[in-house]
T-cell receptor, first 117, second 115 residues
Framework: DVKVTQSSRYLVKRTGEKVFLECVQD?????MFWYRQDPGLGLRLIYF???????EKGDIPEGYSVSREKKERFSLILESASTNQTSMYLC????????????????FGPGTRLTVL | GNSVTQMEGPVTLSEEAFLTINCTYT??????LFWYVQYPGEGLQLLLK?????DKGSNKGFEATYRKETTSFHLEKGSVQVSDSAVYFC??????????????FGQGTILTVHP
């Protein structure tokens, strides 16, 4: 079974703090993703990585950065947390596209609920 | 750009009722389509998927058919159980290597099933 773990289930931070959210996977997947989940908006992609040290912006990258120094670990960084970054953050992993360009299943961690005061 | 629209929720049903959650999409080319489910306190997990037109995905009694002519992928189950209470997300992944398998999600539909 794929296991995707996130460093914290709940986190409370203050405005202006630097926040690190970590995601670790044990399935040797190349692709890793960070989403935020907000009621009525579904999941929105923040950043993704398709290889070590490689990263691409998603749909809402502003205010975030990422780091992938090892294949199994993908970190999301909030450089200066703000109240509008209060949300549920979900990490996911997947193998590369399959034959014919077919998308593989994404496997999700349990999420980190971040509150910024 | 790509987008996914799900029916407004929340949906409340009695046990053994029939379930339909509508999902329509906008995308270029031939995307893959997915339904993910999120049980309380957990991350998302794949429920079913379809990768080409007229494909039917099925799992745990749930079904959805990829309809290219109506750009839809509606989720159905003939008889829901209390344990099906969860949030359901429709998603698509654009075709092609440069997509890297990124998913575009709908807003989610909360389903509550009462005994």
């Amino acid at each position: 079974d794929v296991k995707v773990t996130q460093s914290s289930r709940y986190l409370v931070k203050r405005t202006g703090e630097k926040v690190f959210l970590e995601c670790v996977q044990d399935m040797d997947h190349e692709n890793m993703f960070w989403y935020r989940q907000d009621p009525g908006l579904g999941l929105r992609l923040i950043y993704f990585s398709y290889d070590v040290k490689m990263k691409e912006k998603g749909d809402i990258p502003e205010g975030y950065s990422v780091s992938r120094e090892k294949k199994e670990r993908f970190s999301l960084i909030l450089e200066s947390a703000s109240t509008n970054q209060t949300s549920m953050y979900l990490c996911a992993t997947a193998r590369p596209l399959q034959a014919g360009g077919v998308t593989d299943t994404q496997y999700f961690g349990p999420g980190t609920r971040l509150t910024v005061l | 750009g790509n987008s996914v629209t799900q029916m407004e929720g929340p949906v409340t049903l009695s046990e053994e009722a029939f379930l339909t959650i509508n999902c329509t999409y906008t995308a270029t080319g031939y995307p893959s389509l997915f339904w993910y489910v999120q049980y309380p306190g957990e991350g998302l997990q794949l429920l079913l998927k379809a990768t080409k037109a007229d494909d039917k995905g099925s799992n745990k009694g749930f079904e959805a058919t990829y309809r290219k002519e109506t750009t839809s992928f509606h989720l159905e189950k003939g008889s829901v159980q209390v344990s099906d209470s969860a949030v359901y997300f429709c998603a698509l992944s654009a075709a092609g290597g440069t997509s890297y398998g990124k998913l575009t999600f709908g807003q989610g539909t909360i389903l509550t099933v009462h005994p």
